[in-house]
Structure formats: structure tokens, C-alpha cells
């Protein structure tokens, strides 16, 4: 008899600035996907960049979520101290073929169509000068199936298209570390943003490089202002009120169309999250207008 596998999800926040509402969102769609489906429902702080992160950036997403109910299944976990990994699985990498040195600048690969004009692909060989690492993609007309979107199709470029993995300056990348942890982690399900879709093709080679499981996406459209921009710090989103849990719940709900009656908005907080896990409906998420 086959096992069936335990659904684990995960809301993975990069601390670049408090909570808001456009985050609630993703990380309420992704807590609700798994409650719905009896699954767990993990936190990750994706803080690989100190450069962009403000000292209190993680307390005030953690309280955030706290405050709104969002509690995970296990401890925090955090990219900040999972270097060891994200070397080893460099190492596995080069060792196998599947990244190599890259010494080439931006300006040099603009200049170059995003070709390497040091042939970095056909000569790793150690550098005297800082290097990034990249990996190695392979010409690829990907195809997968998006949880709400349906059948995906996305062409992959060898070489223009290669992702780093390590920068120059020492610091980790994102398509690296997500793919490390969520194997890690045991992860099988992703709900995120619709802004991180043209990643999944490059994330689906590094999986098959470290010879893992690809977890399900379910790419949700982002939140957007006025000026019809994502949401972010960057374009100067506000903070969360933390002291109105309910009500930015229910825009929450509100916003991923799934209909919440009125009178949730004078129940406890406990009583909107137990009645949005029991009525989470995903296929309604994409008739959303905002």
C-alpha cells in the first residue's frame, strides 16, 4: 500500500521591513492550504542578505504573525544559520559538474548578450580574482502544473539563464538556499507569489541535480497599490496593524475571494481562522480582482 504524504508548507519572508498587507496575504493562503489539508505549516526567515535587512526587521514579522494567529508546527527556522549546508551542497554541485566559477561581471555579461566572455562554463578553474558560483542549466522547454494556474510552460537558456548560487561578496542566493531548505525541511507543497513564477524552470534543475523531490507550487497573484505596483517596502507599503488582527484577516480573505460572511468581523480571532480553514476554497483565488 502506497504512503500518502503529509502535506508541509511554509511562509518564507525575506526581513526587509515589517509585515504587510501583501505578505499577509501569501501567508495566509499558504497557512490555510495546509490546515485544509490537515498538513503542517512551517515559518522560514530568508534573511541571506544583511545588506537590505533592518536589526528589527525579523522580531516585527514574527509578532506580526503572532498576532494574527499565524503560529507554525515547528520552530523558526532560519537561512542565516544554515551556511554549513548551503556549502555542502555547493560542493556537491561543483564535484558533480552542475555549477562552476564565474568571474565575469554584469556589465561584461550585458555587453556579451549574457554569454561569459571568460568562458567561465569551460574553465573552472580557480580564479585569482572574486568569483561568483553559478549553476550549470541545461537548454530546457520546461513544462510543470501550477496549483491554481494549471499547465506551466517555460523555456530555460544554458549558460544566459544560469542563476548564482554564491555571490562575489560571500552571501548566498535565493535560488540556492530555497530549494536547499525546502528539501531540508521536508517540504512538500509552495504557495507563494505569482512574481516568483519564472523561478520555478531554474528551481526545477537545481531539484533534479540534487537528486530531490520537487515540492507543488501554487502561485497566487500578488497584492497591488494604486499604482498597480506589488506591494513591498520598496514602494513604501505600510506596516501591519498589529492591534486589528481581525479586520486585516478578513481584507486578507477578502482579497484571496473567498467570500467570508460579515459577521466575522466581530468574532474572536480564533473563530475567523477556524472558519477560513474549513471554507478555503483555492480554485475561487484566481476570480480576485485586487
Same mark, same amino acid.
Given at each position: 500500500?502506497? %504512503? ?22 501569501? @501567508? ?5 492550504? @495546509? ?41 523558526? #527556522? ?9 556549502? @555542502? ?17 554584469? %556589465? ?30 541545461? &537548454?530546457?522547454?520546461?513544462?510543470? #502544473?501550477?496549483?491554481?494556474?494549471? !499547465? ?5 537558456? @544554458? ?59 501554487? #502561485? ?9 505596483? %506589488?506591494?513591498? %517596502? ?6 501591519? &496593524?498589529?492591534?486589528? !488582527? ?32 474549513? #471554507? ?11
Amino acid at each position: 500500500m502506497t %504512503k500518502l504524504r503529509q502535506y508541509r508548507g511554509r511562509f518564507a519572508p525575506s526581513p526587509t521591513g515589517p509585515l504587510h498587507f501583501g505578505s499577509l496575504v501569501t @501567508a495566509l493562503a499558504s497557512y490555510l492550504e @495546509a490546515k485544509s489539508q490537515n498538513g503542517q505549516w512551517l515559518i522560514r526567515i530568508e534573511d541571506l542578505d544583511p545588506l537590505r535587512e533592518p536589526a528589527e526587521a525579523t522580531g516585527q514579522i514574527l509578532t506580526s504573525l503572532d498576532a494574527h494567529g499565524l503560529f507554525p508546527d515547528e520552530p523558526v #527556522h532560519f537561512q542565516s544559520r544554515r551556511h554549513e549546508a548551503y556549502h @555542502a551542497a555547493i560542493e556537491h554541485l561543483l564535484y558533480k559538474g552542475y555549477a562552476y566559477r564565474c568571474s565575469c561581471s554584469r %556589465k561584461q555579461l550585458q555587453a556579451n548578450n549574457g554569454r561569459h566572455p571568460l568562458r567561465c562554463r569551460n574553465d573552472d578553474t580557480t580564479r585569482d580574482q572574486p568569483f561568483a558560483i553559478r549553476f550549470v542549466l541545461n &537548454d530546457d522547454q520546461c513544462q510543470w #502544473h501550477d496549483q491554481l494556474l494549471g !499547465p506551466q510552460h517555460q523555456a530555460v537558456q @544554458a549558460e544566459i539563464d544560469d542563476p548564482v548560487m554564491l555571490r562575489k561578496e560571500g552571501f548566498f542566493a535565493y535560488q540556492l538556499a530555497v530549494v536547499v531548505d525546502d528539501i531540508d525541511q521536508g517540504v512538500t507543497d509552495v504557495v507563494r507569489g505569482s512574481d516568483l513564477l519564472d523561478m520555478t524552470a531554474q528551481q526545477l534543475q537545481i531539484y533534479r541535480a540534487l537528486e530531490a523531490t520537487p515540492p507543488h507550487w501554487l #502561485h497566487i497573484p500578488v497584492i497591488v497599490n494604486d499604482h498597480g505596483q %506589488k506591494l513591498s %517596502k520598496q514602494n513604501h507599503a505600510p506596516a501591519l &496593524d498589529n492591534h486589528t !488582527p481581525v479586520e486585516n484577516l478578513f481584507a486578507a480573505l477578502e482579497a484571496l475571494n473567498q467570500q467570508p460572511p460579515r459577521s466575522l468581523r466581530t468574532e474572536p480571532l480564533e473563530n475567523l481562522l477556524k472558519w477560513a480553514s474549513t #471554507h478555503w476554497n483555492r480554485g475561487a483565488v484566481h476570480l480576485t480582482s485586487r
